[in-house]
């Protein structure tokens, strides 16, 4: 006897702004308790990456956080060390569309609170002056020097020709927060540019959907294209993504992915976040790659200590022979994609401390 399917599809979406809606439905209300500050982390960034992105939701969409909203002030007070999380999301929430004018007093509360003067990094100065300057206030208006120090950082191209994930994402997020989220030039100059590029070749050859996204946003910030073959090998990721209803599996999930590789689509005018959204708690799984070029790329450029070149011509034939068919085939898209050569100057990593003496 044949199997009874029932099709029953009660959370169906019909349109970009229903679906956009029950995302953000179920990231309030779905996955975590209010009280868990990941809460906060995961709704400040879907809230910033709608704002920025220019969509307009109905007020029923952003009702869910009616309750936040009321009581941003006892927030606030209670959990001033979360300040940032908390003046994003009211900041996003009046701007999106949400009735209301608390933020420009929870702006001057932070102000006159000196709540900046307790962070100890650039990037997280530059973050909460950006906040603050939304409703007019600059918290660090002594700091004269704090746009030299973070473009300087950016030009050390070097930097980012070698892995190193914790210096690549604090790159994107200086030029997110000097272009104001795209809205202003950040006046990066031909090194940042390579900066960006070198850590895109890097996230490229990881097949790191996260990172990439992210230099992908950040260069058109900048005011430039990414490479092509980055761009559609990004949109490609999107039919390998699954949202399922889950109870557990949003605790360790592929949420940020998914986040960050959507608003990509959507600054390049390739749709985003146009999935359908599930009932009840959701959780992300992210594609999983049978091949890691970056990783047999590094282990075998380790192994020819002793003879590594900086010219890529040299290098190839000898890496070539070494490498899985997979794992060639992407490093062949990423050379076509930049200046390979001067990314494998600093990648190939062939001066050694001996050497210079």
Same mark, same amino acid.
């Given at each position: 006897?044949?199997?009874?399917?029932?099709?029953?599809?009660?959370?169906? +979406?019909?349109?970009?702004?229903?679906?956009?809606?029950?995302?953000?439905?179920?990231?309030?209300?779905?996955?975590?308790? &209010?009280?868990?500050?990941?809460?906060?982390?995961?709704?400040?960034?879907?809230?910033?990456?709608?704002?920025?992105?220019?969509?307009?939701?109905?007020?029923?969409?952003?009702?869910?956080?009616?309750?936040?909203?009321?009581?941003?002030?006892?927030?606030?007070?209670?959990?001033?060390?979360?300040?940032?999380?908390?003046?994003?999301?009211?900041?996003?929430?009046?701007?999106?569309?949400?009735?209301?004018?608390?933020?420009?007093?929870?702006?001057?509360?932070?102000?006159?609170?000196?709540?900046?003067?307790?962070?100890?990094?650039?990037?997280?100065?530059?973050?909460?002056?950006?906040?603050?300057?939304?409703?007019?206030?600059?918290?660090?208006?002594?700091?004269?020097?704090?746009?030299?120090?973070?473009?300087?950082?950016?030009?050390?191209?070097?930097?980012? $020709?070698?892995?190193?994930? @914790?210096?690549?994402?604090?790159?994107?997020?200086?030029?997110?927060?000097?272009?104001?989220?795209?809205?202003?030039?950040?006046?990066?100059?031909? @090194?940042?540019? +390579?900066?960006?590029?070198?850590?895109?070749?890097?996230?490229?050859?990881?097949?790191?959907?996260?990172?990439?996204?992210?230099?992908?946003?950040?260069?058109?910030?900048?005011?430039?294209?990414?490479?092509?073959?980055?761009?559609?090998?990004?949109?490609?990721?999107?039919?390998?993504?699954?949202?399922?209803?889950?109870?557990?599996?949003?605790?360790?999930?592929?949420?940020?992915?998914?986040?960050?590789?959507?608003?990509?689509?959507?600054?390049?005018? +390739?749709?985003?976040?146009?999935?359908?959204?599930? &009932?009840?708690?959701?959780?992300?799984?992210?594609?999983?790659?049978?091949?890691?070029?970056?990783?047999?790329?590094? &282990?075998?450029?380790?192994?020819?200590?002793?003879?590594?070149?900086?010219?890529?011509?040299?290098?190839?034939?000898?890496?070539?022979?070494?490498?899985?068919?997979?794992?060639?085939?992407?490093?062949?898209?990423?050379? +076509? $994609?930049?200046?390979?050569?001067?990314?494998?100057? #600093?990648?190939?990593? $062939?001066?050694?401390? #001996?050497?210079?003496?």
């Amino acid at each position: 006897m044949g199997s009874v399917v029932h099709f029953d599809f009660p959370f169906r +979406q019909s349109t970009a702004e229903l679906r956009q809606a029950a995302l953000l439905e179920r990231f309030v209300s779905q996955r975590r308790p &209010e009280q868990d500050v990941f809460w906060l982390k995961e709704n400040a960034e879907l809230l910033n990456i709608y704002q920025s992105c220019g969509f307009e939701l109905p007020l029923t969409s952003l009702a869910p956080f009616n309750n936040f909203y009321d009581t941003i002030e006892k927030r606030l007070s209670f959990f001033p060390q979360y300040y940032r999380f908390l003046l994003s999301m009211c900041l996003d929430l009046e701007d999106l569309g949400l009735p209301g004018n608390r933020a420009e007093a929870a702006v001057d509360w932070v102000a006159k609170q000196g709540l900046v003067g307790a962070e100890l990094s650039d990037l997280q100065r530059a973050e909460a002056r950006r906040l603050c300057l939304r409703r007019g206030v600059d918290p660090v208006s002594r700091d004269l020097g704090l746009d030299d120090r973070l473009r300087d950082f950016t030009t050390r191209s070097e930097t980012f $020709a070698i892995p190193n994930k @914790k210096a690549a994402y604090e790159l994107t997020h200086i030029v997110f927060y000097l272009s104001d989220y795209g809205l202003k030039d950040p006046c990066l100059d031909e @090194k940042s540019i +390579q900066s960006l590029t070198f850590a895109g070749t890097l996230a490229y050859l990881e097949l790191n959907i996260d990172l990439l996204a992210e230099i992908c946003i950040a260069l058109r910030f900048a005011g430039v294209s990414p490479p092509e073959s980055w761009d559609s090998w990004l949109a490609e990721q999107t039919r390998y993504f699954a949202i399922r209803e889950d109870d557990m599996g949003w605790r360790s999930d592929a949420y940020h992915p998914y986040f960050m590789l959507n608003w990509h689509l959507a600054l390049s005018g +390739q749709g985003g976040f146009g999935a359908q959204i599930p &009932e009840g708690p959701i959780s992300f799984t992210a594609p999983r790659h049978e091949v890691a070029p970056l990783r047999e790329l590094s &282990e075998q450029m380790y192994t020819l200590d002793g003879v590594r070149h900086p010219d890529w011509s040299a290098m190839r034939p000898k890496l070539d022979e070494t490498l899985s068919d997979m794992a060639r085939e992407v490093i062949n898209a990423a050379e +076509q $994609a930049v200046d390979f050569q001067s990314f494998f100057n #600093g990648f190939a990593r $062939a001066s050694a401390p #001996g050497a210079l003496v």
